[in-house]
């Protein structure tokens, strides 16, 4: 699996596929059946299984006082990701810069 923590643009190899975005702190079954549907998804369009996340969790950056102490380190959770057969994974460096972009 490839592990992409830097802004800018995505590698091209990182194209094409199925991405979902979420924290994914713990990776739990919930977790597994969403990377199963992306993978499907990926698949049918000959593309990677990518999952964007944020490195740290949002709320550590805006409310820290209040911020969920997290299950998994990032490390731990690409191990997990992984082992889901994911291809790629974004730990987007997330400040508050990066947050108050629009959707």
């Avoid at 924290?23 to 739990?28: A, I, L, M, Q, T």
């Avoid at 996340?53 to 949002?58: L, N, R, S």
């Avoid at 969920?68 to 987007?92: F, H, M, N, Q, S």
């Amino acid at each position: 699996m490839i592990v992409w923590n830097q802004r800018g643009p995505l590698p091209e190899s990182f194209r094409g596929g199925a991405v979902t975005i979420g924290n994914f702190d713990g990776v739990h079954r919930g977790h597994a059946a969403i990377v199963a549907c992306a993978k499907r998804l990926a698949a049918e369009r000959g593309g990677p299984t990518v999952v964007f996340t944020f490195d740290p969790h949002p709320a550590q950056v805006l409310r820290r006082d209040a911020a969920p102490i997290p299950l998994t380190t990032t490390a731990r959770k690409a191990e997990l990701l992984e082992a889901l057969g994911v291809d790629c994974l974004v730990a987007y460096p997330t400040d508050r810069a990066f947050l108050q972009y629009d959707a």
